[in-house]
């Protein structure tokens, strides 16, 4: 049985985790922008470029439901992925990254402090609980 993991993680840890992170994040920014993007393009060079171009391929019956249904589910793809970052754990506290410890959506209260009414927020390049960054810098907290 494996040990439990112990927390703040090694530095090699640390930067394979952040590693990881940014795998994912890129992933779910591209998932979500391309499909989007590829549609519009598509839309603006059969209708206001050169009209009547990609007649040929939006007119055979296969190929339009199967590229779009690609395009959809790419899109998906991209957001389930942002839930997959909201599962992301800080390598220095062992909490969510991606969301505030103690959260619950009846009891929150307003505070002064940074980012405080933001309870999950992905993204953030901050560990919501103790502020480490995706550098794998900590910051010192100062007693008030």
């Not at 992905?122 to 480490?132: D, M, S």
Request: proline fraction near 11%; charge should be positive; hydrophobic fraction near 45%.
């Amino acid at each position: 049985m494996p040990s439990p993991r112990t927390y703040p993680l090694p530095p090699a840890e640390m930067a394979r985790a952040f590693r990881q992170l940014s795998r994912v994040r890129r992933f779910a920014v591209v998932t979500l922008l391309v499909p989007p993007l590829i549609t519009g393009l598509m839309v603006l060079v059969h209708r206001v470029i050169v009209p009547g171009v990609l007649d040929p391929f939006l007119d055979s019956p296969p190929w339009p439901f199967r590229f779009f249904s690609a395009l959809f589910y790419l899109w998906l793809a991209g957001w389930l992925s942002l839930f997959v970052l909201k599962a992301f754990v800080c390598p220095n506290c062992g909490e969510g990254f991606h969301a505030r410890t103690g959260y619950h959506p009846d009891h929150w209260e307003f505070s002064s402090a940074p980012g405080a009414r933001f309870n999950i927020n992905v993204a953030t390049g901050r560990c919501l609980n103790c502020g480490c960054t995706t550098a794998g810098e900590v910051p010192v907290r100062r007693r008030r």
